[in-house]
């Protein structure tokens, strides 16, 4: 073998004329000095459509008479045509698989040799009848490039090979290994490109991989005809050891072909590939693994790795991907729309790490008149090259694919896999947003019907709405192979339903859930940087979300929150890591999960969505969390709510996930909250794990204790734990959750102007000594500090703004407490008393969401402040409405920052709260959900009551005259 890897020339071919002017023999003068393997883009940014490549190479050795010249090519993405020494040579259609070419006829085997390949990256308008969205290409766009969608990339993006083999030869060696019999079946396909038949014998054996010793052979005498032929062999393996989890044992088998013809001159080939013994299914709605059952612990990679690295920097970020996960709990990894590299799935063999695999054609392939085409050549050459190894026990057809012709095609697409893989799980389409639970979801090894296996598929089941409920988008009613990604921070709601996903039906595979974080665009752009690679489209996108986080890291002076605005982001991955241990409660305690696949393995598509980053570091504290998560045998701790008063009810919950660790039988068990001065709560219990029936499992998930909890006791952190006290070390058992004495919120004797504020918050108000009178536009004024809420319609007139506003100019201060205050007709910021008046949004927090930051600032004290915003502590005060486009307030208390978010640019930026001056009074901007949640939740309380002093310091000692241009000013912001 020759390696043809390493430097050649590119050039791009705009106007696609290369062909008719024949580039195929010679260099371009404009070609430039190119990596191999590589992408075009490389050198060529934002170039997307025809491309040449050309290498000049001489052969290591001559062939014989009875040999030929190949050419291998592991990829080109997408469509590669081949000249050697301007004679063509062939050509192959797809970007994830190889193709072998012979040279045989154009070769000068004395001599130099230049080799060129014509390339076309489809772009979204058609060249040569190929258009982007109509060919396999994952999520990869030109025009609309962002976080969460792929680059539109091209190129010979897998190693090139040169060599020299016998005319006759094996091709293909299939192998099949039967867990029950212990035989492995062979299938030999044997090409013969004389033009007469050969006589010869084929010998097969098998040894364990890791060594030499013979354990079986078979001999097959036949006549090699021309053309392509296949012959079959058995392999009887006595008492095969099983390809397992934490056993990934495997068997090498090699096949010799020894022939002759007329003449007697000899053909030799060898070929071998390893295998193992495993069997996985899908049996009564859970995964068995060689007739254990398993929780699927997966997580999902788009294979993306930073562009303008070398092939040896790839290699070793996909064994790092691989070797993170085995070591952090997960037991498969998806490649999501896209096939694994082959190097991942020799070391997911090797680690004992199970694949699932999609062709690119699964995700956003549009309809075409070659829909079928492209769709059937994706998956035969994805099943034809992958299918011997062991740990690839998924194909996957479709990911987020909707009713319609291409869901159609793949549903039809099951025969065409079982003729080429009979021996694997099959699954239809993930997340199921077609709709139609008449058609199942899984099809086992051997099976060439879609069987109806997980949620409400049946047959003759009626269609499901294909429309999302809003609080839980992507999970569509019943769906057996569920997507889910609903608002952040979770509800109690959302909590409750996850818990109950399936309870009503068969078992549930949740193969798209997770909360990431946001992306660190700083030091991911500085390592491209350390890398010499900043001019690609990946860094500069990267580049750009920096630099404007480090311009409104300023212009909303922010300096005194961190040191610098990347521990911002560092922050977020590291309370990134508690969220998704929620997660892991969620899913593990709720026994009809039969897995769970974990949105995503790294921050990849330039967003946060992974448990380590782009350039493959882990981050903060997340994997003491996925150790937990994983764990087969572990707690699950609720507490209702994670921030509450002291006095009130607390609702705790311990429900234990048991992945058949513990036998049947009943184990002592003692739940405490602990607090600032000592346990505060004790409680023993049993953990009990029934008998299963004859022929079934137990539950993966047993209820262990729920209980309302009330205690005294002084603000502080507190924590509720959970042992077991003999027969098993369940992980985690820790859960942190925040107690607020009310003696200690503030007592204002400060009065108030009220205006479209609820009347129970008035009276909460004058609980805690604030003086409340209601806004009234004629009569005579009050002077002082004023809130707003949603004021009705019919008092919100110009007359009663315009009255407000000469009031805050003569020295009160307002506080709007929600942006709904400034909604005029269809108009969100129609009374914002600004003449820049921007916009006022909600802003989608979901996988992908912003965080909120918060400064050391008087509307802050008493509350943790100075950093992002703790998700358990605020709860549901976090708020989802940003400002945004107005001029920069005069302080600034909290903003709002999301980097690596699926969006153009994939940055957004906004106002939490702030003030402005307006004449010699102040108001105050506010989007913390406070009015919502009073006498609900403490920290809404105590910003209330902050809101209020902090406003009444800004107020004058008493009502300034106004400006004699003050009608200007009402004009300027729409009061007139």
Request: with cysteine.
């Amino acid at each position: 073998m020759q390696t043809l890897d390493g430097p050649w020339k590119l050039a791009i071919d705009p106007l696609n004329h290369g062909r008719k002017e024949h580039w195929f023999t010679a260099v371009q003068a404009a070609a430039l000095d190119a990596r191999v393997p590589g992408v075009i883009q490389q050198l060529f940014p934002d170039y997307h459509g025809v491309a040449w490549y050309w290498t000049t190479f001489r052969a290591h050795r001559t062939a014989s008479a009875n040999e030929r010249y190949l050419l291998r090519c592991g990829a080109v993405d997408y469509l590669a045509d081949v000249w050697l020494n301007g004679v063509p040579v062939g050509g192959h259609e797809g970007g994830d698989t190889p193709f072998t070419l012979d040279l045989t006829a154009a070769i000068h085997p004395g001599g130099d040799n230049l080799l060129a390949v014509r390339v076309l990256n489809p772009t979204h308008e058609p060249i040569d009848g190929l258009a982007l969205d109509e060919t396999p290409h994952r999520n990869k766009t030109i025009r609309n490039y962002q976080p969460g969608r792929g680059y539109n990339y091209g190129g010979i993006i897998a190693p090139v090979e040169f060599v020299v083999v016998s005319a006759v030869r094996i091709i293909d060696l299939f192998l099949q290994p039967d867990v029950a019999t212990g035989h492995i079946h062979i299938t030999l396909t044997i090409r013969n490109d004389r033009e007469v038949a050969v006589t010869g014998r084929l010998v097969a054996t098998a040894e364990p991989a890791s060594s030499g010793d013979l354990l079986a052979s078979a001999m097959l005498d036949a006549t090699f005809a021309p053309g392509d032929t296949t012959y079959t062999l058995t392999l009887a393996i006595n008492s095969p050891r099983l390809w397992e989890l934490h056993d990934p044992y495997l068997y090498r088998v090699t096949a010799n072909l020894d022939a002759r013809d007329a003449n007697g001159d000899p053909f030799t080939h060898r070929h071998t590939a390893r295998c193992g013994f495993r069997d996985f299914r899908v049996v009564d709605g859970f995964f068995r693994l060689n007739d254990r059952r398993i929780f699927l612990r997966s997580t999902h990679t788009g294979n993306h790795f930073p562009m303008g690295m070398d092939r040896a920097h790839e290699l070793d970020f996909m064994r790092r991907d691989l070797v993170y996960a085995k070591a952090s709990g997960f037991n498969m990894v998806r490649f999501i729309c896209g096939m694994a590299l082959a190097e991942q799935l020799d070391f997911c063999d090797e680690l004992g790490l199970m694949v699932y695999e999609e062709s690119q054609t699964s995700w956003l392939l549009a309809d075409s008149p070659r829909l079928a085409e492209h769709f059937d050549r994706a998956t035969r050459e994805m099943v034809l090259r992958d299918r011997n190894h062991p740990s690839l026990t998924i194909w996957g057809l479709l990911n987020e694919t909707r009713d319609g012709p291409v869901f159609r095609h793949a549903v039809a697409t099951l025969p065409l896999v079982r003729s080429l893989d009979d021996t694997r799980l099959v699954l239809l389409s993930s997340g199921r947003w077609d709709a139609q639970p008449a058609i199942g979801s899984v099809a086992n090894p051997g099976s060439a019907e879609w069987e109806h296996r997980w949620g409400s598929e049946r047959l003759g089941a009626e269609p499901v709405s294909s429309t999302w409920d809003p609080l839980h988008p992507a999970y569509l009613d019943g769906a057996g192979d569920a997507h889910l990604y609903p608002q952040v921070p979770h509800t109690p709601e959302t909590s409750a339903f996850i818990r109950a996903i399936g309870h009503d039906t068969k078992p549930v595979f949740l193969s798209e859930y997770g909360i990431g974080s946001l992306f660190n665009a700083i030091r991911e752009y500085r390592m491209f940087e350390q890398h010499s690679s900043v001019s690609n489209p990946e860094a500069t996108l990267i580049g750009s979300m920096a630099e404007r986080l480090a311009a409104d890291w300023e212009r909303f002076g922010m300096d005194g929150v961190y040191a610098f605005p990347e521990d911002m982001l560092l922050a977020s991955q590291r309370l990134h890591a508690r969220q998704r241990l929620l997660g892991f409660d969620l899913i593990r305690s709720n026994p009809r999960f039969c897995g769970y696949n974990l949105t995503g393995m790294l921050d990849h598509a330039i967003t946060g969505e992974g448990v380590w980053t782009f350039w493959r570091e882990w981050k903060p504290q997340i994997v003491d969390t996925l150790t937990d998560g994983w764990a087969p045998l572990r707690w699950c701790l609720f507490c209702n709510p994670l921030h509450g008063y002291a006095g009130r009810t607390f609702t705790v919950e311990a429900v234990l996930a048991n992945e058949d660790v513990l036998k049947p039988g009943d184990y002592p068990a003692r739940l405490r909250i602990i607090g600032p001065q000592g346990v505060v709560w004790d409680k023993p219990s049993t953990v009990h794990i029934p008998q299963p029936a004859a022929g079934q499992d137990g539950p993966l998930a047993v209820p262990v204790l729920r209980a309302d909890v009330s205690f005294s006791g002084p603000s502080g952190t507190y924590e509720l734990a959970a042992t077991l006290e003999c027969g098993g070390a369940p992980a985690g058992g820790r859960l942190q959750f925040h107690v607020t004495d009310a003696t200690t919120l503030l007592h204002l004797h400060q009065p108030v102007t009220l205006w479209g504020i609820e009347p129970h918050i008035a009276h909460w108000l004058e609980a805690q000594g604030v003086a409340c009178q209601q806004f009234d536009a004629e009569a005579e004024a009050h002077h002082g500090v004023i809130l707003v809420g949603e004021p009705e319609a019919q008092s919100a007139n110009v007359d009663a703004w315009s009255t407000l506003a000469r009031r805050i100019a003569r020295g009160s201060a307002a506080v709007f407490l929600t942006p709904a205050a400034f909604r005029r007709g269809d108009d969100p910021v129609g009374w914002l008393p600004l003449a820049n008046k921007g916009r006022c949004y909600a802003f989608n927090d979901w996988l992908y969401h912003k965080e909120c930051v918060s400064k050391a600032h008087p509307i802050f004290a008493g509350l943790p402040s100075a950093g992002v915003m703790d998700w358990d502590y605020y709860g549901p005060v976090i708020p989802h409405a940003l400002f945004d486009g107005q001029d920069t307030p005069d302080d600034v208390a909290a903003a709002a920052f999301a980097v690596g978010y699926s969006q153009p640019g994939g940055y957004a930026s906004g106002i939490l709260a702030g003030s402005y001056h307006f004449g010699a009074g102040r108001f105050f901007l506010n989007t913390l959900r406070i009015l919502e949640h009073i006498d609900q939740h403490p920290a809404a309380d105590r910003l209330l009551l902050n809101l209020i002093s902090t406003a009444s310091q800004a107020t004058s000692a008493s009502p300034i005259l106004l400006p004699p241009d003050f009608d200007t000013w009402l004009a300027n912001i729409g009061f007139l």
